[in-house]
């Protein structure tokens, strides 16, 4: 299978990636909880991903600021004293000169979290209460919206400067960019509420402010909701018409993904068994990708090598986007090129959310 497509180079901006497969961001529980700061079971683990030779590493969701923390023993990038950390998690991966390339995922929880984790009233873009996590949030004021927005763009000079390849927004799963582009969680109307131009104002803004700040070559991808799962939620239609927005302010590539745990349906989807259910959000995003130029990743229950072969081959989408097969087996992509695996033996059981840190439950079974 080495000679499979998804084992070919695209050029990505001006980035090369060795081949098609992207690990998508992946909260590993492993962080110094105090702080945010990268620890050495990180090292080790950005390390293994990047010696299975994945072509773009997506690090857990970092928070831009402590009122935006989601979890615990989550990544940080809120302060200039996280780039030294940072620095030698782009390195583990540069060094291993496997040519894997790594985005950190710069991320703001809004009201998906608890005062407790983020030490204040969570924020929101309104203020429409949360019953997964119990938060009535409070509404952000335009001035705190400008606030935010230099957060993010602080937050990508802080991954710039050290040594990562670029970054992604987090604009999915009803976090605190996602609920801005949702009508279900944003009901403002000033700038930043109403028509779909005004509910992702926030994103074009910070894809801007980072390009003034890092330079135009500095990659920006997104990962980004196209659906909620909820009625009055973010429709196909609207997702289509922001990516083509995001575009035209140097958006370099999206991955589309979808839910919110309040829909009862959130992104990571247990149980999957069959090779029809692979790609669960893969038909979103081959719509978004017929009205753009950037690439688009695929995503949601890819396990199978011919399976992801197709969706490349049919032109539905440009990358392969996996999580849980890489937590299964960090170097899959070794075993489909060998070919050891044709499949990610990884069985959706969902049993990797650990507080104590990410692994595969399967494995302390089976070993
Ligand atoms: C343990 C775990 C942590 C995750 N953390 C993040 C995260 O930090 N940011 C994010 O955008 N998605 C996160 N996800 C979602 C995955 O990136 C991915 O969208 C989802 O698991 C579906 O892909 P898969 O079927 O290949 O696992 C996480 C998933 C898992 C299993
Ligand atoms: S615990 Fe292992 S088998 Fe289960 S979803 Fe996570 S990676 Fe897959």
Redesign the pocket.
């Known amino acids: 299978m080495a000679d499979s497509l998804l084992f070919s180079p695209i050029k990505i901006g001006r980035l090369k990636f060795i081949n098609r497969f992207v690990r998508?961001?992946?909260?590993?529980y492993l962080a110094d909880d105090r702080s945010g700061a990268v620890t050495e079971k990180q090292l080790e683990l950005y390390r293994n991903l990047a010696e299975g030779e994945i072509g773009l590493i997506i690090t857990?969701?970092a928070y831009v600021h402590l009122s935006g923390k989601a979890s615990p023993r989550q990544i940080a990038v809120d302060d200039d004293s996280k780039i030294t950390g940072l620095s030698r998690l782009a390195e583990v991966v540069h060094q291993t000169g496997s040519g894997s390339l790594i985005f950190l995922?710069i991320?703001h929880a809004g009201r998906q979290t608890k005062p407790n984790l983020c030490q204040q009233t969570p924020v929101a873009p309104s203020a429409v209460y949360d019953p997964v996590s119990k938060v009535m949030p409070r509404e952000l004021t335009a001035e705190e919206i400008h606030l935010i927005i230099d957060w993010f763009i602080q937050a990508a000079n802080r991954a710039r400067k050290a040594g990562f390849d670029g970054v992604e927004l987090?604009a999915?799963?009803g976090y605190l960019l996602s609920s801005f582009i949702s009508p279900h969680t944003n009901r403002r109307n000033d700038d930043w509420g109403g028509s779909w131009e005004k509910r992702s104002r926030i994103l074009r803004e910070i894809i801007r402010g980072i390009k003034e700040t890092c330079g135009r070559d500095f990659p920006v991808m997104i990962?980004m909701n196209a659906t909620d799962f909820l009625p009055d939620g973010i429709t196909l239609e609207e997702a289509q018409k922001i990516a083509g927005s995001l575009e035209k302010v140097g958006l370099e590539a999206i991955e589309i993904?979808g839910g919110l745990n309040e829909a009862g349906r959130g992104?990571?989807?247990p149980g999957?068994r069959s090779e029809e259910e692979e790609g669960y959000f893969v038909p979103l995003a081959a719509a978004i990708k017929k009205n753009l130029k950037i690439p688009v990743s695929g995503?949601?229950?890819?396990r199978t090598l011919k399976v992801a072969e197709s969706f490349v081959a049919s032109a539905q989408v440009d990358l392969i986007?996996?999580?849980?097969?890489f937590?299964n087996e960090p170097h899959l992509l070794l075993k489909f090129k060998s070919g050891e695996l044709k499949k990610s033996p990884c069985i959706?059981c969902?049993k990797?959310?650990n507080p104590r840190g990410?692994r595969c439950a399967q494995h302390q079974i089976n070993r």
Do not use: E, Y
């Not at 998508?24 to 590993?28: M, Y």
């Open positions: 998508s961001a992946t909260h590993d857990g969701h995922q991320s987090h999915a799963h990962k993904s992104s990571v989807w999957l995503l949601g229950g890819i986007s996996m999580s849980r097969p937590i959706s969902n990797c959310f990410i």
